[in-house]
């Protein structure tokens, strides 16, 4: 037999990716990623990586399917209006590739997923529509030296920027002082966020959704194969023109977002757990303190009104009115803390109630020194993939194909 002839099993659904030298797809069949957002962008991702057999997937996403949603994402069906996006696309996905196995999620981003998702993924793909969950994406994979690929889209042009940490320039290397002062818009003066200023829906067509989230599987497919890629860089696509361009990003030493975790301890707890638990579990000293990422409304005061009621709940769950009081409407009195001191009355409630997600990276310190815990406990419920193992591929009918 020839040299340059190639063996292609028709009943192999990756044979024509396999004839790709570099393809690995027990690679693929056995990597983990980390899709967050399921709208426009979102689907064409899911979509993407549910056709290459990438063999985990983990959906997260907040928000409920509308009808507006069916003009522009390819996995969702009129019947599917009021459901969860996360778990609708989740289904989609399985439906397409049994070899997938999907986690859903229907939560937020900042407040509901732990960082061990992120410890534990290859890759991280943003496809969202606000620059505050992409700063709070960046400084996640920036703790665990995560590589993510970042997506966004306006009418017929979008950009995709990918990141390496802890090398070049990160998301936040990029933000300017009106990015910034776009994020404080959302909050009013006691930190809690405002419903009123509502965020703005972005108008797009769904082509731009293919090309970028092309891009972005295709930058991902990348990583996932060990190949380079250019980091710290927007590659720009312009549909007006035409025109695709790529600027790199400065990189800026001081940047708050490069903090990266040094070994991260595993402890058997939960988010179930007391911190008192957790700093038993961890041998910690007396005078340890649990340092939270996500700040802690405690409880809200009306000094005028006398009502008083606990609350213990993240900062970035509340809205405006939730700090209002019932009776005057005036702002009241609000306890925040990030920090949770040994042998507190805050220490004897569960890591839950103070705002920390399952299968969370947590920062306990002694003094000087910080240890990072991760709560392994939750890691069988958190990683609970579903879908069906991948079958060997049938071998029956050949057919010889030249290079």
């Not at 900042?110 to 960082?115: K, V």
């Not at 404080?184 to 419903?195: D, G, I, W």
């Not at 008192?276 to 579990?281: I, M, R, S, Y």
């Not at 306890?335 to 299968?359: I, S, Y």
Request: charged share 25%.
């Amino acid at each position: 037999m020839s040299d340059d002839l190639l063996i292609i099993d028709e009943n192999d659904r990756y044979g024509r990716m396999r004839l790709i030298s570099w393809w690995r797809q027990e690679k693929l069949l056995a990597s983990k990623v980390l899709v967050v957002g399921a709208g426009a962008l979102g689907n064409e991702v899911i979509k993407n990586l549910a056709l290459l057999g990438v063999g985990h997937l983990f959906i997260i996403d907040y928000d409920t399917i509308e009808a507006t949603n069916l003009t522009r994402s390819v996995l969702y069906r009129s019947s599917d209006a009021g459901r969860a996006k996360a778990e609708r696309a989740a289904a989609a996905a399985r439906a397409m590739n049994p070899d997938v196995k999907v986690r859903a999620l229907n939560g937020n981003v900042i407040t509901d997923l732990g960082l061990g998702v992120f410890s534990v993924v290859a890759v991280v793909i943003g496809c969202l529509d606000n620059r505050e969950a992409r700063l709070w994406i960046n400084r996640q994979c920036w703790k665990v030296t995560k590589p993510w690929v970042d997506g966004a889209i306006q009418e017929i042009s979008g950009t995709c920027k990918v990141f390496v940490p802890p090398g070049n320039a990160c998301y936040e290397c990029g933000m300017s002082e009106r990015d910034y002062q776009l994020i404080n818009l959302r909050y009013s003066c006691p930190l809690l966020k405002r419903e009123d200023v509502a965020e703005g829906k972005v108008p797009t067509a769904p082509t731009i959704s293919s090309i970028i989230g092309g891009l972005q599987v295709q930058e991902a497919l990348k990583l996932l194969h060990g190949h380079a890629v250019k980091a710290g860089a927007a590659m720009v696509f312009n549909g007006e023109g035409n025109n695709f361009y790529t600027s790199n990003l400065q990189r800026k030493e001081e940047c708050l977002s490069h903090e990266t975790y040094s070994a991260i301890e595993d402890v058997a707890v939960g988010s179930d757990s007391t911190a008192e638990q957790l700093f038993a579990a961890a041998k910690s000293a007396k005078n340890a303190a649990l340092i939270l990422d996500r700040e802690l409304l405690v409880d809200v005061t009306c000094p005028t009104c006398r009502v008083h009621h606990e609350v213990m709940k993240a900062v970035a769950k509340l809205t405006y009115k939730d700090g209002l009081c019932p009776k005057c409407k005036n702002v009241m009195q609000m306890q925040r803390v990030h920090r949770v001191e040994r042998g507190t009355p805050l220490a004897k409630r569960r890591l839950g109630e103070l705002g920390v997600p399952p299968f969370d990276i947590v920062k306990v310190a002694v003094g000087h020194e910080v240890r990072w815990l991760r709560l392994a406990g939750d890691r069988g419920a958190v990683m609970a993939f579903s879908g069906l193992p991948p079958e060997a591929p049938k071998r029956r009918t050949k057919t010889k194909a030249r290079r």
